[in-house]
């Protein structure tokens, strides 16, 4: 089974570039998660996608303000059954609300169930320059932990996206330019760490714990994608008994169409 996710930075967009049926046809994904598909129910049928790709069915999450967010799944495999936000119990435990907004009303979610696992898209709100959105950013991380763990519960979990945080230094070309800057502060680090500290392994670096230079989003100032100026905020991050399955983790950095390149996940099996 091959899961890809991307950031397309607006499904239409990478879409009307020919860039979304390049990645279909020569990357044959399994299962697509997308992340900042930008768009809203009522746009998707003027885009034809089932029509365009009809093998794979087809779940969003949209936000409901317009050309904003949003997370989509296609897969061909169809789920048991999907979630498009936390649940409930996670909703009213956790203050996701600011001044910018209600970050559980921007279809940051969607998740499926399949009969060997839960797979999750998430969209992780970003702090934004001045650190406005940090304290927000914290009560995220917090209530996705929640949910994943809960998930957990029923079988094993893959979750996938833009987590809008560099790790480690290594994840990202200047560190020490931008250490306490949004996207590689202390506390978004520290939310990363307790993904693993729950038992969860971020499997790419997993497999490629020493390797630098490996970045999934480029910044669209000074050339910084044909330089590889870039940052590794895309990842997989998945259940331990996901790790001792024949799973081979991979960036796709040749892939255009978003800032944002495809980062892939194949298991053996289905």
């Not at 330089?227 to 895309?234: F, K, L, P, S, T």
């Amino acid at each position: 089974m091959k899961i890809y996710s991307w950031n397309v930075n607006g499904l239409r967009a990478v879409e009307n570039k020919g860039a979304l049926r390049s990645f279909l046809s020569e990357e044959n994904p399994d299962i697509a998660c997308f992340q900042e598909i930008k768009m809203q129910a009522d746009q998707i049928p003027a885009q034809n996608f089932d029509e365009k790709y009809p093998e794979y069915h087809k779940f969003y999450s949209f936000a409901e303000r317009k050309g904003y967010s949003g997370t989509a799944i296609w897969t061909k495999y169809e789920p048991i059954q999907t979630l498009h936000n936390f649940t409930d119990d996670i909703l009213v435990e956790f203050d996701l609300a600011d001044n910018f907004g209600d970050a559980s009303s921007e279809g940051r979610i969607c998740a499926a169930e399949f009969n060997d696992f839960w797979l999750v898209t998430v969209y992780t709100p970003n702090t934004k320059g001045d650190l406005g959105r940090l304290n927000l950013r914290q009560n995220w991380d917090a209530a996705f932990l929640e949910f994943v763990q809960k998930l957990e519960l029923e079988k094993q979990v893959i979750f996938c996206g833009d987590l809008n945080v560099a790790h480690e230094e290594i994840d990202l070309a200047n560190p020490k330019q931008n250490r306490g800057k949004h996207g590689f502060t202390d506390e978004e680090r520290a939310g990363f760490d307790e993904f693993l500290n729950s038992g969860l392994s971020d499997i790419f670096r997993l497999q490629n714990p020493e390797i630098p230079e490996l970045y999934t989003w480029w910044s669209h100032y000074a050339k910084s994608r044909e330089r590889n100026v870039g940052w590794r905020i895309d990842y997989f991050i998945v259940s331990q008994k996901i790790t001792k399955n024949a799973a081979t983790a991979k960036i796709h950095p040749q892939i255009l169409g978003s800032d944002h390149c495809p980062i892939s996940l194949e298991i053996e099996g289905k």
